[in-house]
């Protein structure tokens, strides 16, 4: 009897003490807009039976710092005083209900702090952009994690022992920071702050990934690898930390400089990539009595100093990385500034402030790249402790990068994989008058002190405007003339202060009358489907159609959207051998979309890997094969299979990525060529055995020449590397890879002054700025150039030289040739900034002579209400013209396999087109 009464008297005191020890806490935060664009939480109150912390008066990033005590209850009210619905959550604890609330909503959370340790709360849909936070759960006793001293031993800490706490959030490629002081006073730390101490200080870490996973690394210090409980003796001793899952945390406690002293020591992740992009920090450990204080240094802040927001603060601007069409690096607060820019891409910081990209809306992988910067900028003596411009990730992937740019002129961004994707920053020197674009510019293709007010510098800068703002696209259903919106503002270039709208619009034009739209007189046969990549459409939150059109009368058959897998920006496409499934990638993702090419329904939606751009079957087999952009390899996937079961690598373990795009396969399935954009090469490989045959640099050594598509002779004697940045056409032995010659499309173009003229004395006039796809005929005779900065290149493959220019729209992409009715072959080319199909006849009278090649129709891929569809077009109809695919495919080795209904409209000639 007095056992069992010893019990219950044992129970009913630890019950009793829990209630006592639990305490609720209620909380008071806003979501709240910050001055570049991000989002912060806002603490507005905080009423608890003990004292709460002293927070910050403003909304920052990480969000209040949240402290409470295992068995705690915590009740959360939070308004929404955004313009995005926001909600709150928190990783590893029960919130119950975390509906999101609209703007001016506001709505109560609770949850019980029933785990000890520290937790990431907030919005998940947001959490890239700034909102989130920490909220840590101590144990009653006021045990926190053991340190390791300098002689090894574990000692036990309390937290009233501590001198300061810091938080640090691994988000994209950035360290987000907070401070908190022994009295409990919180400061925001911002972007990859100096965090400092004084020697032997007790200072505690929570360390948060959100998002993509990290590796936290602290130089010269070790800790207990145990986030709740560091007292063991049996506690594994680290220096880093995997943090791979969504709400991964890790803290731990260690004496500053123990064992090593005073100093200043480097944190970061470390995965290689997003140690290239900036991730990355000191923790300065200074000795007692020295005469420095051990601050923490904040680093650049969405409150700093930037462009309409003062502040003596170090600023930061940020790029959100996007699937939305023009808005592929959209500044956060591009709402704001685009009614002065005319783009949501462009922003402007003083010297000394740091640019932040994030990919936080999209699916796809990609790089954060320099396009081009001040001549200067890439001297390394101008301070900053992120890596110096220009920035080149070697890798594609998710997650972001920073960077200070102290030189002020223009810097342009852009995605290797995505090339048309840009950024631009306009870092201005507050004392001159006007926007600097600084005196010369460097470009990544090796191009050295261009100056700023040459042709070649504004034509990119026109390229830009057109590029990132959908309504300066040609629309070619509109009766008004094409208009191009540029910012009415000075810029100050070597030339002086010049007005930039006055120049861009003398150079390239204003309120130009589109050439109307006509079908060519001679139909084609079959049809041929066009990534209409841009088309938006009402059921999906993702871009991109496909548009069928019907070559017999040049109208269009159907739109495809498919909403029920949310396609996204379909890319290129390529047909099984009876022609019954059409392949479509999908480029700013992970599938490959298999759609019946009689009905337009999808048969099956499959991942195949980062960022798949094109896709061709082995002519011999019928096995598919896709480049797998975002990577480094080219996978099959078996005839009659929906698998994926082999990865063919375009690059040797070790080395850098390849990311092959626009692959080619000779007609005998034996060889695949691939052009490999990071590394600057084209690549042969053996399609049985996967070995590389060759590799081969192309753009004439240039640095970054960017191969991105290949065509091929019929009989695979010479391939042919469209180099995008380097204005060329590398021409290679099919067989063994080598050199054989380079075709200079800016042969006839003066950078400086921009003329054209007939400079290589072969008397033709013929530019191709940016070159993409260059398809070869059918019967070899003719390879025909989309290049992006708006011309059609026509070469003899007998000669490799240049025997015509035809002009193009802006953004000029794809290409592919089709049967022609009666005997010869159409090309048909796309271009992403309209919304038409060019055809073009590359030997109008069949003479054989190219010179008389022309544009023999353009036709809209605008669909009207008769057309059927399987989605609502909602904007951008029409736009965003990439991969063709002309059926029948009529290739060399391709065309002998086709079924009767599909050869039956072939002439004998195009049935064997190197007879």
Not at 386 to 403: L, N, Q, S
Request: glycine letters at 10%; aromatic letters at 8%; one cysteine or more.
């Amino acid at each position: 009897m007095k056992t069992i009464t010893a019990i219950i008297l044992f129970i009913t005191t630890w019950l009793f003490s829990s209630i006592t020890l639990a305490a609720s806490h209620n909380i008071i935060l806003s979501a709240e807009t910050l001055p570049n664009g991000q989002y912060g939480y806002k603490m507005i109150s905080h009423t608890t039976d003990g004292a709460a912390p002293n927070y910050p008066a403003d909304a920052v990033i990480p969000g209040p710092t949240l402290f409470v005590q295992g068995g705690d209850v915590v009740n959360i009210q939070l308004t929404n005083n955004t313009n995005i619905k926001v909600g709150f959550n928190v990783g590893g604890l029960s919130v119950g209900n975390a509906i999101s609330i609209l703007p001016k909503q506001t709505r109560n959370y609770r949850f019980n702090a029933d785990k000890v340790g520290t937790f990431p709360y907030g919005d998940e849909k947001s959490a890239l952009l700034g909102l989130f936070g920490a909220i840590v759960v101590d144990d009653p006793s006021g045990k926190v994690q053991s340190f390791l001293d300098g002689d090894g031993t574990l000692t036990a800490v309390k937290r009233d022992q501590l001198n300061k706490e810091f938080v640090m959030f691994m988000v994209g490629s950035t360290f987000w920071g907070a401070e908190i002081s022994a009295d409990g006073t919180q400061k925001p730390l911002w972007t990859n702050p100096t965090l400092g101490a004084v020697e032997n200080q007790l200072v505690r870490f929570h360390v948060l990934a959100v998002g993509h996973a990290h590796t936290f690394h602290l130089h010269a210090h070790r800790w207990p690898d145990s986030t709740n409980n560091g007292n063991t003796a049996s506690s594994n001793i680290i220096d880093v930390k995997l943090m791979n899952s969504p709400h991964s945390s890790h803290t731990f406690t260690i004496k500053a400089g123990t064992g090593v002293g005073p100093g200043v020591w480097q944190y970061h992740c470390h995965v290689m990539s997003h140690m290239q992009s900036g991730m990355n920090g000191k923790f300065h450990v200074v000795t007692a009595g020295s005469g420095e204080t051990g601050d923490s240094i904040a680093g650049a802040s969405p409150r700093g100093k930037i462009f309409l927001n003062d502040s003596d603060e170090p600023g930061l601007v940020t790029f959100i990385m996007s699937d939305e069409p023009g808005s592929w690096f959209r500044s956060a607060r591009g709402d704001a500034l685009s009614p002065v820019t005319h783009t949501k891409s462009l922003e402007i910081i003083p010297p000394g402030n740091s640019v932040h990209f994030i990919m936080s809306d999209t699916n796809g992988v990609h790089t954060v790249t320099n396009l081009l910067w001040p001549s200067d900028a890439g001297k390394n003596d101008h301070g900053g402790d992120h890596f110096m411009i220009p920035i080149d990730e070697t890798k594609a992937y998710r997650g972001g990068g920073i960077v200070q740019l102290n030189v002020p002129g223009l810097y342009v961004f852009t995605c290797k994989i995505h090339p048309f994707m840009f950024a631009a920053v306009i870092v201005d020197d507050p004392k001159t008058d006007g926007l600097d674009l600084g005196n010369t510019i460097d470009l990544v293709s090796g191009i050295k002190d261009l100056p700023t007010s040459s042709d070649l510098a504004t034509r990119l800068v026109s390229t830009f405007f057109i590029a990132t703002t959908p309504s300066n696209w040609r629309d070619f259903t509109s009766a008004n003339p094409w208009h191009v919106a540029y910012p009415n503002v000075d810029v100050v270039t070597d030339a002086g202060k010049l007005s930039l709208v006055e120049v861009l619009e003398a150079r390239y034009g204003q309120d130009v009358k589109l050439a109307p739209l006509f079908n060519p007189t001679t139909p084609g046969v079959g049809e041929v489907w066009v990534d209409t990549q841009f088309e938006k459409t009402s059921g999906k939150t993702k871009p991109g159609t496909i548009t069928v059109l019907d070559t017999s009368d040049w109208t269009l058959k159907r739109k495809i959207a498919l909403p029920q897998i949310n396609m996204n920006n379909p890319h290129n496409m390529w047909a099984d051998r009876d022609h019954s499934v059409v392949y479509a990638t999908q480029w700013f993702d992970t599938k490959l979309t298999l759609i019946d090419q009689k009905t337009g329904k999808l048969i099956k939606n499959i991942h195949v890997g980062d960022t798949p751009s094109h896709v061709m079957t082995l002519p011999t087999t019928d096995d598919v094969t896709i480049a797998i952009h975002g990577e480094n390899g080219v996978v099959r996937m078996p005839v009659g299979t929906t698998e994926v079961d082999y990865m063919m690598p375009t690059q040797q373990h070790g080395q850098a990525p390849a990311n092959p795009h626009g692959h080619w396969i000779s007609a005998d399935g034996k060889r695949i060529i691939t052009p490999n954009e990071n590394t600057g090469d084209a690549g042969i490989y053996d399609t049985e055995t996967g070995q590389i045959v060759a590799r081969t640099q192309t753009g004439g050594g240039a640095p970054a020449p960017h191969p991105i598509a290949i065509g091929l002779m019929p009989d695979s004697s010479k391939a042919y590397a469209a180099n995008l940045l380097h204005h060329s056409i590398s021409v290679l032995d099919g067989n063994n890879g080598a050199l054989l010659n380079t075709i200079n499309l800016i042969a006839d173009y003066n950078p400086v002054t921009g003329e054209f003229a007939d400079k290589d004395g072969n008397g033709v006039v013929a530019v191709g700025v940016l070159p993409i796809q260059t398809p070869v005929s059918p019967d070899g005779k003719v390879m025909v150039t989309a290049s992006m900065g708006g011309q059609i290149v026509i070469t003899d493959t007998t000669t490799n030289k240049i025997v015509k220019m035809l002009s193009c729209d802006p953004g000029c992409h794809g290409a592919n040739f089709g049967a022609k009715q009666g005997g010869g072959y159409y090309a048909y080319v796309s271009s992403k900034f309209s919304n038409r199909l060019i055809v073009v006849d590359p030997d109008p009278n069949g003479d054989g002579k190219l010179d008389d090649a022309e544009i023999a129709g353009s036709v809209s891929m605008v669909a009207d209400k008769g057309v059927p569809k399987d989605d609502t077009v909602s904007s951008l109809a029409g736009f965003g013209g990439q991969g063709v695919l002309p059926l029948p495919i009529v290739y060399n080795g391709w065309v002998q396999n086709l079924p009767s209904e599909w050869s039956a409209g072939l002439t004998d000639n195009q049935r064997n087109p190197i007879h």
